[in-house]
């Protein structure tokens, strides 16, 4: 830790302090007291005199913490000193003053403000009954009778730092906005930013509640808890470190040590929730040495939010920073792997843990006064929640988009499926022929085809004679074996476009297309004799079959019902004539056989 600190001080190193005059050309200007001031360890209330020499005294850079300027070891109480020559006060009217206020950033871990001599205002409480208030910002209105004849203020800060706080924290004026001006610019310039902590955090408790809402309706991603959780307690850290909790009613009515609990709570936390939503993004199961690691941070937490008092924060920061600081390379070098190997969630996020990498460092050092940067948390927060809330969008973008596929596989399963329903509804189970429903399906085709291209269709009716006779001879299975011969018989005869049909019991149907009554008789004929010539072996029992077959020609006009009935009727016309024949509609044969029985 020291060594980064190091490292970044010298990076940004800064020429060795000069005492400067600051000077305020009217009472309308801001002006920065960033700079050199004077600066004496110890304690005297003479210090606080304007006529006091300080000449002697050191310069020390505000805001920065003393430690980093040659005050290492330095506990207990410090004096800050620095002049403000203020311009336009007319003649000497200090009245036209009035306006003027002066900000103070953070300063570790109490301290008292005296202009002009006289004490103005105080943050926290010294010992005997010490109360660190270390990062409260406060604003000042300037007593006209602060200013002497010629125009000077002289700003003086007792400054107490907590002994319990060692190498472990910042000191004095370490931090913030020091300002002079106007007291509504002022306010202006210290709570701009402030709202936009609070922007931030109202935006971090948005995102947590949304997404714990999605855990509860969907326990099955875990995802979501971790994610919901962390952005819950980001926005806790974030208003923690805003100066709303010294200013809102029932904020400002929480003990401050209970806000610092909280806020160290929370952050001392945030890595064991970090590693386990990462483990959950990346799909991977946390090794032992990462439980260990979460563990202990855990522990941290609550033992700094359950230990009474103030100290053991300042005594646990340290040993923190120093835990947080290899977990952070590692979590990066471990987004960067599984990015390099493909994992589409660590793509996304790797520039988010990049940029949390680079704010969390700079917080760091920045704790430890090393540097004086703003610090960048809340914002590293955002770009990692931002990018993870890509990453859990990316994943369920995916998802729906595979259950969308899936869906619409298994849609197009369904359909066939149904397709092969609807198929087996139009088929006969013992021949595999199509049954009445499938014939009739066929035949309408068959009649619209018909009306567009003017060409005509036979229809036959074909029964098997003294079939039940078989049956009663031979049994039920033997007479099942029969029809299916007889139908694959039938179908060899058959062209491509003929059609085929067990219209029902015995009865076989045909659809002809583009074919003339003649045509029809003649592969009646031709059917019948070949049955009659086949014969058929079922268990040692040689069988053989004739069929009677009825032939009639669609005309247009005609429904199917009408030229079905009129097969019908020219296949019972050759029953009653014999059986073993063929009969045309409206030949001879059926003038002779008249009415048919339906049980001949």
Wanted: aromatic content about 12%; overall charge negative.
């Amino acid at each position: 830790m020291r060594l980064i600190a190091l490292l970044l001080l010298c990076l940004g190193s800064v020429a060795p302090a000069q005492a400067v005059e600051f000077e305020l050309e009217s009472v309308d200007q801001v002006v920065y007291l960033h700079g050199a001031w004077r600066f004496r360890a110890g304690d005297d209330p003479r210090w606080a005199d304007p006529d006091y020499n300080h000449g002697p005294w050191d310069n020390i850079l505000v805001p920065r913490d003393w430690r980093r300027q040659g005050h290492d070891e330095l506990t207990g109480f410090a004096w800050y000193r620095a002049t403000v020559q203020i311009g336009g006060l007319d003649g000497g009217r200090r009245d036209l003053a009035h306006p003027l206020s002066i900000s103070l950033g953070k300063v570790h871990s109490a301290y008292e403000l005296y202009l002009g001599g006289k004490l103005v205002g105080s943050a926290g409480r010294f010992p005997p009954d010490p109360l660190p208030l270390s990062d409260r910002y406060r604003l000042f209105s300037i007593p006209p009778e602060a200013i002497d004849d010629d125009g000077k203020l002289l700003v003086a800060v007792r400054v107490w730092r907590h002994p319990a706080l060692g190498e472990s924290s910042t000191s004095g004026l370490y931090e913030g906005k020091f300002f002079i001006g106007p007291g509504f610019e002022l306010t202006k310039q210290v709570w701009f930013g402030e709202a936009f902590a609070l922007m931030l955090a109202i935006s971090y408790l948005g995102f947590g509640i949304y997404h714990l809402y999605l855990y509860a309706r969907n326990p099955r991603l875990p995802e979501l808890l971790w994610f919901g959780l962390i952005a819950c307690l980001v926005s806790v850290y974030t208003l923690e470190m805003s100066q709303w909790k010294h200013v809102v009613g029932w904020l400002q009515a929480i003990p401050y040590v209970l806000h610092k609990k909280i806020e160290y709570g929370v952050i001392y936390l945030l890595p064991a929730l970090g590693i386990e939503l990462l483990c959950c993004l990346l799909r991977v199961q946390p090794p032992t040495w990462a439980r260990v690691y979460q563990a202990w941070f855990v522990l941290i937490s609550l033992v700094a939010v359950l230990v009474p008092g103030y100290d053991i924060l300042a005594y646990s920061l340290f040993y923190w920073q120093l835990s947080v600081v290899p977990g952070l390379f590692a979590t990066l070098v471990l987004v960067v792997w599984f990015a390099a190997r493909g994992n589409l969630e660590a793509r996304t996020m790797t520039v988010g843990w990049a940029l949390f990498l680079f704010c969390a460092l700079n917080d760091i050092v920045v704790a430890q006064g090393a540097v004086q940067h703003p610090r960048l948390l809340s914002f590293g927060f955002a770009a990692i929640l931002i990018t993870m809330a890509i990453s859990l969008a990316n994943r369920f973008t995916r998802m729906y988009s595979h259950l969308d596929g899936e869906v619409q596989r298994r849609t197009k399963e369904l359909e066939r499926t149904n397709e092969k329903l609807v198929e087996a509804a139009r088929l006969d189970i013992l021949t595999g022929l199509l049954n009445r429903r499938g014939f009739a399906d066929k035949v309408e085709q068959e009649i619209a085809r018909s009306g567009r291209s003017g060409r005509g269709f036979v229809v036959m009716m074909g029964d098997l004679d003294r079939f039940k006779a078989c049956n009663d001879q031979h049994g039920h299975a033997c007479g099942d074996f029969v029809l299916q011969q007889v139908a694959e018989l039938l179908r060899g005869q058959l062209r491509d476009v003929d059609t085929l049909a067990r219209w029902g019991g015995e009865e076989f149907i045909f659809l002809l297309p583009e074919t003339t009554l003649e045509g029809g008789e003649t592969l009646a004929e031709k059917l019948r004799t070949t049955l009659e010539c086949t014969l058929f072996s079922y268990e040692n029992n040689v069988l053989s079959m004739t069929m009677t077959i009825g032939v009639a020609a669609f005309s247009t006009g005609m429904r199917l019902e009408d030229c079905v009935a009129r097969a019908d009727a020219a296949l019972y016309a050759g029953k009653q004539a014999g059986r073993n024949r063929v009969v045309v509609d409206g030949d001879e044969t059926m003038e002779l056989a008249g009415e048919v029985p339906s049980s001949a």
